[in-house]
């Protein structure tokens, strides 16, 4: 995450605001417009459902199908859209969305997921940077907690001003495609793994069998019933 909040950095930037470098490599910034309407369109490639949150909006749903999306098509509802503010993207599948941008601030997309926000599944709209500067007053209680905790709340993604990122957070990166040197090393240690697994089972079998057949067995080892029990009826 960058050294300052992305609020901060929108209020307190000067030219830049526009600029979504300024938020910080790390922060993955979309600056939009005040009454901008914005599509978000959402293709979901993973095994597994997605539910995407929009704080600050209720977006509209507009349509759904199988990923991925086509983006020479422009879908026209024929109905009123529903309105929400978190959607489930199921596996395969991508969603159109679209908003006014009516509401000044810093605004988190995201997926519900913990681990997979965690993992860099979200990104941050900047709604009109320059209505922010006019219409919002941060609570001096908010600042005076940063200062406590040592974070910086003003300047850009590192603190600084313009476009200068030094020391701002950067990553994570896309995993590299191809057999790398740990994918290779990663594959071989399956491998050695099962085949020691494998012999385990065996020699676990083999030992065992040969335990049994070393027990001696006897007439007196096997139960013999001592008489008979006669039920009748009178």
């Not at 901060?8 to 910034?29: K, M, S, V």
């Not at 199908?65 to 959607?87: C, L």
Request: proline fraction near 9%; charged fraction near 15%.
């Amino acid at each position: 995450m960058p050294k300052v909040p992305s609020m901060f950095t929108a209020l307190t930037a000067d030219e830049d605001i526009f600029n979504p470098a300024i938020y910080g490599p790390q922060t993955n910034a979309h600056v939009v417009k005040h009454m901008q309407e914005v599509q978000l369109i959402v293709n979901n490639f993973d095994a597994g459902n997605h539910p995407f949150h929009l704080h600050g909006h209720h977006f509209q749903l507009i349509e759904r199908g199988p990923a991925p999306y086509d983006s020479t098509y422009n879908p026209r509802p024929k109905t009123a859209p529903s309105r929400r503010d978190t959607v489930t993207i199921p596996s395969m599948e991508y969603v159109v969305l679209r908003f006014r941008a009516d509401n000044p601030g810093a605004w988190l997309f995201h997926c519900h997921i913990e681990w997979h926000i965690e993992g860099g599944l979200n990104m941050v709209i900047i709604e009109a940077p320059d209505l922010m500067q006019e219409r919002i007053k941060v609570p001096q209680q908010i600042i005076d907690q940063c200062a406590l905790a040592g974070i910086p709340t003003s300047g850009n993604a590192a603190g600084r001003s313009g476009l200068d990122l030094e020391g701002a957070p950067d990553g994570p990166y896309l995993y590299p495609l191809g057999w790398t040197s740990k994918a290779k090393g990663a594959l071989a240690g399956c491998i050695l793994s099962a085949i020691v697994g494998f012999v385990t089972i065996v020699w676990y079998g083999w030992s065992s069998q040969r335990t049994y057949k070393s027990v001696p067995t006897s007439e007196q080892d096997v139960h013999q019933p001592s008489g008979e029990l006669n039920y009748s009826r009178d």
